[in-house]
């Protein structure tokens, strides 16, 4: 694993979350011995677009597909549930707010393992190993950071991109913060920014989809990716989700999923 409508999304998808997918024959199952929000379903928020780890995908039952959206599927499959996604903004996710007011059982958005953030959600055990990166037009001339001095840095609101931005960059540049990477891609090609700092999948993507743009730099910040839930509510869940993590990794579900969208 977020547009500025979202944050009133998500208090509406509370209440499609808890109202619109009750229990019935629909339902793989009605017990709910994992204690999430809605018996037989596993509801996970993730904050599209953010390819290729979450993405619109009007094929896909849920509606969405990527890598964060497929081991949400075979986990909650592994577990006999039914997956259903909720589009939530990325800092409400990552600060706990979604989770603590019921939206979603699990946050799955690319989000990185901190002792920050450890303070207010429970971590997986990690699934994703990242680093940052640092994208640009190739008819700018900027090849590092150093380059960027007097120049705009396009980051995601609260994302450990956005720290290492603020931490590193030319005391002159300014980091201008987005809801999603859908803001700022938009941004960069609108010559609103000079450059991304985000993840590196993010930035390669990009890189692939569009010739005019490069990746100059990648940076090795030691991060991890781990699911979210929160806090202290539902170890049971948790323990639950670590051990199909732990299963897909030995029976080759993991690394399916893997080369399906990294290979």
Not at 158 to 178: I, L, M, Q, W
Request: charge should be negative.
């Amino acid at each position: 694993m977020a547009r500025m409508a979202k944050i009133a999304a998500v208090s509406a998808g509370m209440v499609l979350v808890l109202t619109g997918c009750s229990s019935g024959d629909d339902q793989p199952s009605a017990n709910n011995s994992l204690g999430t929000i809605t018996a037989g379903s596993l509801t996970v928020c993730s904050d599209p677009p953010f390819a290729p780890f979450e993405f619109e995908d009007a094929s896909s039952p849920s509606g969405y597909s990527g890598f964060d959206i497929d081991v949400s599927d075979a986990i909650a499959t592994k577990l006999g549930l039914k997956l259903v996604v909720v589009d939530t903004d990325f800092d409400a996710l990552q600060s706990g707010a979604s989770l603590d007011a019921g939206v979603c059982d699990m946050g799955a958005s690319g989000i990185t393992i901190t002792e920050d953030r450890k303070s207010s959600i429970d971590f997986s055990a990690p699934y994703y190993d990242s680093l940052q990166s640092l994208l640009v037009a190739k008819a700018s001339g900027i090849t590092s950071l150093d380059d960027l001095a007097g120049k705009n840095i396009g980051v995601q609101t609260g994302s450990t991109g956005e720290h290492y931005a603020n931490e590193n960059k030319p005391d002159s540049a300014t980091v201008v913060s987005f809801p999603s990477d859908g803001e700022m891609w938009v941004a960069i090609q609108a010559g609103q920014v000079d450059a991304l700092l985000e993840d590196f999948p993010i930035n390669h993507n990009h890189a692939k989809a569009d010739p005019l743009y490069t990746v100059v730099g990648k940076y090795q910040t030691n991060e991890q990716y781990g699911l979210t839930f929160a806090k202290g509510k539902n170890p049971t869940l948790v323990a639950a989700v670590d051990a199909q993590l732990e299963t897909m990794r030995s029976d080759g579900t993991y690394d399916k999923i893997y080369d399906k969208y990294f290979s």
